[in-house]
């Protein structure tokens, strides 16, 4: 696990101590929120390179531990990889909406 130490070692930047505490401190689904969250306001300012960073991170989250997981992982991927192409096209309404629709259920599913 990170700790601020860490974080701040691994950027040239000062990082901001609140957002360094509420990272380390986050739950899986909270972080799974933050990055839908990163991905889509760099959608929204049509930055390619961090809004395929993110979406690569939301691929790299995925899960294929058992049949019904599996499943649904790789609909997600598909998801992700589509979204990922649309970025390169410059079709960000598209993937605007998929993220933002995809965010929404997520915090549906945790109750959040």
Known sequence: MYNT??????????LNNYMVKE???????????????????????RNLA??????QEL???LR????????????LLRLYQFCQNEMRKKNYDIVYRILSELRESWIKAFNM
């Open 5 to 14: 130490a860490t974080l701040t070692k691994r950027n040239s930047k000062p």
């Open 23 to 45: 990272i380390i401190e986050a739950t899986p689904q909270q972080l799974l929120i933050k990055i839908y969250d990163f991905a889509i306001l760099n959608c929204q300012r």
């Open 50 to 55: 961090k809004t395929n960073q993110a979406i």
């Open 59 to 61: 691929i790299n989250s």
């Open 64 to 75: 294929w531990e058992g049949e019904d997981v599996r499943q649904i992982s790789t609909g």
